[in-house]
């Protein structure tokens, strides 16, 4: 299925990057006065991982790590263990690698470079109709995750 949209035409141009020897607390602050969920490490113009809200509670407040201390370096998500997309995609492609890798964010490369980031909200904003096939993923994996829980009360 093609929605007509590629994702150039709908991904953040220029989005909110830091080097991967910023503070967490000064990316927070850029998180915060930017109004952004996510910072994408960079170094040299070349993508080293990504710094979402989530890893800042998860990977930092949750383990009690100075934010004035610890670098980004140290709790974002390295490359490595990210999913990209090309600029020339269709929008329908970017949903469904979304959905496949429970990701909300895609920065867009080509040739290696960075060119933008295409965000969950992005694609709401131009397709709110294609919210139906995220809900779907999350409904499931929620679903998973309370009966999960139920029966491994049970197994006791």
Request: charged share 35%; hydrophobic share 40%.
């Amino acid at each position: 299925m093609e929605t007509g949209y590629k994702v150039i035409d709908i991904m953040t141009n220029h989005p909110v990057t830091m080097k991967s020897d910023v503070t967490v607390k000064e990316c927070a602050q850029a998180i915060l006065s930017e109004s952004v969920g996510s910072v994408l490490v960079v170094e040299n113009n070349e993508i080293k991982g990504i710094i979402t809200e989530k890893d800042i509670v998860t990977r930092l407040v949750a383990k009690g790590l100075d934010s004035k201390k610890t670098l980004l370096k140290d709790i974002m998500t390295p490359k490595s263990d990210m999913v990209f997309i090309e600029p020339n995609k269709d929008l329908y492609d970017a949903i469904i690698i979304m959905k496949d890798n429970g990701v909300r964010r895609l920065p867009v490369l080509d040739a290696g470079k960075i060119k933008g980031l295409l965000t969950l909200n992005d694609i709401l904003k131009i397709e709110p109709d294609l919210f139906d096939i995220m809900v779907e993923k999350l409904d499931i994996r929620e679903e998973e995750r309370k009966f999960g829980a139920l029966n491994s009360d049970e197994d006791k």
